[in-house]
Nanobody, 123 residues
Framework: QVQLVESGGGLVQAGGSLRLSCAAS????????MGWFRQAPGQEREFVAA????????YYADSVSGRFTISRDNAKNAVFLQMNSLKPEDTAVYYC????????????????WGQGTQVTVSS
């Protein structure tokens, strides 16, 4: 069992930066691939970024590649999403998730989810 709690969301102007954090409970955190998804009002939850259990591999949606960076600290049971050059279209609730299988792109690849943190980017 893994419990996930996101933090770091807020209101920022376009072009600004935010760093999201996800704190995980459970001794087996390092065995999970970790991902970030987001969901804007009226839209489906979409993949943002993922990182392998070791941190050696990262994956990004085209819309955030080059602006967002995912990282993890297994010693602290935490995963992070550094978001730079934010745009109004990045406005959404951001969710942290943990996957025990091989997939990372789809919501059904993930076993555990946090409750989300709101990110609002003003123009």
């Amino acid at each position: 069992q893994v419990q996930l709690v996101e933090s770091g969301g807020g209101l920022v102007q376009a072009g600004g930066s935010l760093r999201l954090s996800c704190a995980a409970s459970g001794r087996t955190f390092s065995r999970y691939l970790m991902g970030w998804f987001r969901q804007a009002p009226g839209q489906e939850r979409e993949f943002v970024a993922a990182i392998s259990w070791s941190g050696g591999r990262t994956y990004y949606a085209d819309s955030v590649s080059g602006r967002f960076t995912i990282s993890r600290d297994n010693a602290k049971n935490a995963v992070f999403l550094q978001m730079n050059s934010l745009k109004p279209e990045d406005t959404a609730v951001y969710y942290c998730a943990a996957a025990s299988g091989g997939g990372y792109l789809r919501t059904w690849d993930y076993d555990y989810w946090g409750q989300g943190t709101q990110v609002t980017v003003s123009s």
